[in-house]
């Protein structure tokens, strides 16, 4: 189905089904421990053998000599593979590393060996036996260093730091020369590891030349491809399923060693290996996301509007790699005539950088919001008012090109009166409670919609039940639910009524899980297939299409109504369509999400102790398909708003360059006791430009803008404005207003 105009009404938009509140349909399979994650896959081949990466001890520099004899000759060992024994392999290069070093290695813990034995502690003990002689090379582990002194020019290149953006419209520096008010700052945010709950894990077996991989994936078709390419075969030889995922939030986007190693050692014993990382394994020899240097510039006339905005930042990678594009939304929130954005990235011999949930947004959510914060400060304004003033129905570059629904304002004014933020002193430090300083803040949530191509074939069965099969994955955010949901609505059915078949690469290829496109245009897919399998029950049963209504397991068509079972009385009935998006649509019309968020936060007058007390989000992402599972989404990126603004860092050794912290005792991420009470609304803005379905993208909206939120609700409380992230009570000790 191509979707190249707006959507007219639809069978959708009768909500019988979507748009209620269902739980989880797999829910109890996870809460009685029976759907099975990859590493513990029952209908996987049996008697696998246990793979353990031996990886590197230094960051960057070569490899002398890798002994692995003492490994060979302990227990249980079946194979010790290095980059020399593993055979012809073509990994992709660039930025990405290695998923097996040869003599190069790029990072420190790159994975340089891989161990199996007959059990897990056999592999690990041995492991520990392989001894490597390298030559360490001194390398570059400080992105802060990047950023010292005057900012970069824009565009500007050297051997270090690439530009990979940069765009002015208008004059930004005769713009603030002439503003009434100037504000320029500095903000940096940390790397960050996404700390999802299941590690990455993968069981691999080979049979007739051709892999297939149980393995934690957010992307199936990705993975399929990334490994046809390795190993040189084609994508259909390749297999992957992913039935259950225990978190990603882009850690799980690419394939990473534990995919590619288990499947070189499968191949290499003839056996099926399985290979799963350990929590410490993880921080460094997978990707995370970078640390970011941002510069703001801002200019604006005394009644608040902007007249320039000028957002630069800095990330680190590996070189090849990609930068965290701290400065997209900017291009794309607020009015203004004159505006400047640019990104460079530096070379970093950390590991791989990579996307972590709303890539860009999220830490450059955190700069921005925070300077329109200090910016209202100056200007003794209210917050909420100077982003109103500065709304923008288009986008700001572009005057003939409107977004698609922005009810950017309405999130704002509905979210004020809910939280009740008048009860807000504008002046910092007056509120206190006992031994604790009180405070308000808010900022504005922007992130985009994307529409991406999703298939999906539907069965129905011969007892008039339905079956959806799409290689969509479900990484914990309802994917399951809201497909059952579609294909319940649009042949008139319920939920239960509905079999949902994912994550496998032998399915129609959906869309996947990433970038907030997954439950939208997943399930526009799945629309897509059922409006075929619609027309095609209707010439089975001999009604005519136009008038034919499906509903309560009915299919009737003026006074002729018959059960839905009866079309596939003489066997079962597949159809099988894409939604497919016309460029023009997305074109004409920018697409994205919004959102206002509060908070209220406590600060302990004497030691500095961060409390957070209430949050609220309101948010506007077209129709929501599922009120449950879309309150899960942002209640969880808010609460990983709360771990990056508070609590998150991956901290670099700045002398052997690696992450220090890599468990989840030293990265420290929110847990309950964190948490106070959440509340979101969702405005009830369907977007008939979006997709058929007429929803948009929700689980990383939640996270972008909330840390700022955290933070200005800090300053509001106690004066201090903390610029570098996250906001530690370090931070605030030596600055507490003193009594
Ligand atoms: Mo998200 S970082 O695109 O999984």
Request: overall charge negative; glycine content about 10%.
């Amino acid at each position: 189905m191509k979707f190249d105009t707006a959507a007219g009404q639809n069978p959708i938009d009768a909500q019988t089904v979507v748009g209620q509140p269902h739980p989880r349909i797999e829910g109890p399979l996870k809460v009685t421990g029976t759907a099975h994650y990859s590493y513990e896959r029952q209908d996987a081949p049996s008697a696998p053998a246990y793979g353990y990466l031996v990886t590197a001890g230094f960051a960057k520099g070569r490899i002398l000599e890798i002994d692995t004899r003492a490994a060979r000759a302990a227990p249980g060992v079946i194979a010790v593979i290095t980059r020399d024994e593993a055979g012809a392999l073509q990994f992709p290069g660039g930025g990405t590393p290695d998923y097996l070093a040869g003599d190069r290695v790029q990072h420190y813990q790159q994975a340089i060996a891989l161990v199996i034995a007959e059990t897990f502690e056999q592999a690990r003990e041995a492991a520990f036996l392989v001894k490597t002689r390298y030559e360490a090379e001194p390398g570059r582990y400080d992105l802060a260093a990047f950023a010292e002194g005057d900012w970069p020019k824009l565009g500007a290149e050297t051997n270090e730091m690439v530009s990979k953006h940069a765009e002015e419209i208008g004059d930004v520096e005769a713009a603030l020369a002439g503003a009434d008010l100037r504000l320029e700052q500095r903000y940096s945010t940390s790397h960050e590891t996404h700390a999802m709950m299941e590690p990455h894990a993968t069981i691999a077996a080979w049979q007739d030349g051709k892999p297939t991989l149980w393995t934690s994936s957010q992307m199936v078709n990705w993975a399929q491809r990334a490994l046809a390419k390795i190993f040189d075969l084609e994508p259909r030889d390749v297999r992957v399923v992913a039935s259950y995922v225990g978190g990603g939030f882009g850690a799980k986007l690419a394939v990473q060693s534990d995919a590619v190693l288990a499947a070189i050692g499968a191949r290499q014993i003839g056996r099926p290996v399985k290979l799963t990382l350990t929590r410490a394994t993880i921080m460094n020899n997978t990707t995370h996301r970078s640390a970011t240097q941002q510069r703001i510039r801002l200019g604006a006339r005394r009644d608040g509007r902007l007249v320039a905005i000028g957002h630069e930042a800095i990330s680190g990678n590996l070189p090849g790699g990609r930068e965290e594009d701290a400065v997209s939304q900017t291009r794309l929130l607020y009015a203004t005539d004159n505006l400047l954005t640019s990104m460079h990235m530096a070379h970093l011999d950390l590991p791989k950088a990579s996307d972590m949930r709303a890539p860009g947004e999220a830490p450059g959510m955190m700069a921005l919001e925070v300077a329109m914060d200090e910016l209202a400060d100056a200007l003794q304004m209210d917050p909420v008012e100077l982003r109103i003033v500065n709304d923008s129905q288009t986008v700001p570059a572009e005057p003939e090109r409107p977004f698609s629904g922005r009810h950017l304002v309405e999130c704002l004014r509905l979210g004020a009166e809910r939280f009740g933020w008048s009860a807000r002193d504008p002046q910092p430090g007056q509120r206190i409670e006992g031994d604790w300083l009180i405070g308000m803040g808010v900022a504005a949530g922007y992130r985009n919609n994307i529409q991406r191509q999703s298939a999906a074939r539907v069965h129905l069965e011969p007892d008039g039940r339905i079956t959806v099969e799409c290689d969509m994955t479900d990484i914990g955010t309802g994917s399951y639910t809201v497909i059952a949901q579609t294909a319940a609505e649009m042949l008139g059915l319920r939920v239960e009524d509905v079999t949902v078949r994912l994550a496998d690469s032998d399915f129609p290829v959906s869309v996947g899980s990433g970038g907030q496109w997954g439950g939208n245009n997943a399930t526009a897919g799945v629309y897509a297939a059922c409006v075929v399998l619609r027309r095609m029950i209707c010439d089975r049963l001999d009604l005519p299409e136009p008038d034919t209504r499906f509903a309560e397991g009915q299919v009737s068509s003026g006074a002729t109504s018959m059960p839905l079972s009866q079309a596939a009385a003489a066997g079962r009935m597949t159809a099988e369509d894409k939604i497919d998006y016309d460029k023009d649509l997305s074109e004409r019309y920018q697409q994205a999400t919004f959102a206002a968020h509060f908070v209220e936060a406590a600060v302990n007058r004497w030691t500095g102790e961060v409390r957070l007390r209430r949050m609220l989000a309101v948010c506007d992402a077209g129709r929501i398909l599922n009120p449950v599972t879309a309150r899960s989404q942002v209640i969880g990126a808010m609460t990983m708003g709360i771990g990056s603004a508070l609590m998150e860092e991956l901290a670099v050794d700045p002398g052997a360059g690696f992450f220090v912290n890599h468990d989840l005792a030293g990265y420290e991420v929110p847990v309950h006791a964190d948490v106070p009470q959440q509340e979101v609304i969702f405005l009830d803005h369907p977007d008939d430009k979006s997709s058929p379905m007429k929803a948009k993208g929700i689980g990383e909206l939640g996270l972008c803008g909330v840390g700022a939120a955290i933070a200005n609700a800090v300053y509001n409380a106690t004066g201090i404005r903390v610029r570098d992230y996250p906001l530690t009570l370090d931070k605030l000790i030596d600055h507490l207003p003193r009594p």
